[in-house]
Structure formats: C-alpha cells, structure tokens
C-alpha cells in the first residue's frame, strides 16, 4: 500500500478557506466549525452546515 494520496492536488488550506469553499459548495445559510481531525488517512476539517429552503 502507498501512503501517497491520490486525487488530491493544490497547496493545504486553512480553516476559513475550507469554511468558504465548504459553504459555497453547498449553498449554506449558516456554517459552524466543529474541529480539525488528523486520525484518518487524509486530516480534515469538519462543519455543521444549515443549508438554505429551495
């Protein structure tokens, strides 16, 4: 198995770069930061999103 992570390309972002991309994406009224986690293979940053009424 390779440690090398396929797929994934450009440099690392930080927290309110992953906030707006994450809230642009899925057209959210309201984002709330719930953490960095570094256990799984690719470290990630989670959000509740609200999204808004169609």
């Known amino acids: 198995m390779s440690a090398e992570k396929k797929g994934l390309t450009g440099d690392n972002i930080d927290e309110e ?27 990630v940053y989670n959000f509740d999103v609200k999204v808004r009424k169609r």
């Open 17 to 43: 770069k992953a906030k707006q991309i994450a809230k642009e994406f899925a057209g959210a009224e309201d984002i709330e930061a719930k953490g960095f986690s570094e256990n799984g293979d690719i470290p």
